[in-house]
């Protein structure tokens, strides 16, 4: 378990840029594989990046891959999202999670979660 705080959310024109930060508590970051989720309203969470916890493997979802970059830094305990070229369909709330899985795999459940932080991007 560990504890997840985001940072970084706002508002955006399309096609501008925005870097979010999730600051982790503890001395065990870097035990954990790290990923990035949204929800926009009336849809369902989805799993935007991940990245495993020396940072040596990251995944990233088809709608996002060329435009987001996931990267972490263990000795800061931050986990990062680096949004570029931003599209008013990235609009959602950004959930920074954790998971405790050995192995880093497409199907990690995630124990740990951030409060979110809301991303605005306008047309």
């Known amino acids: 378990q560990v504890h997840l705080v985001e940072s970084g959310g706002g508002l955006v024109q399309a096609g501008g840029s925005l870097r979010l930060s999730c600051a982790a508590s503890g001395r065990t970051f870097n035990l954990y594989h790290m990923a990035w989720f949204r929800q926009a309203p009336g849809k369902e969470r989805e799993e935007v990046a991940s990245i495993s916890r020396a940072g040596d493997n990251t995944n990233y979802a088809d709608s996002v891959k060329g435009r987001f970059t996931i990267s972490r830094d263990n000795a800061k305990n931050t986990v990062y999202l680096q949004m570029n070229s931003l599209k008013p369909e990235d609009t959602a709330v950004y959930y920074c999670?954790?998971?405790?899985?050995?192995?880093?795999?497409?199907?990690?459940?995630?124990?740990?979660w951030g409060q979110g932080t809301q991303v605005t991007v306008s047309s």
């Open positions: 999670a954790g998971s405790g899985h050995y192995y880093y795999t497409k199907s990690m459940d995630f124990d740990s």
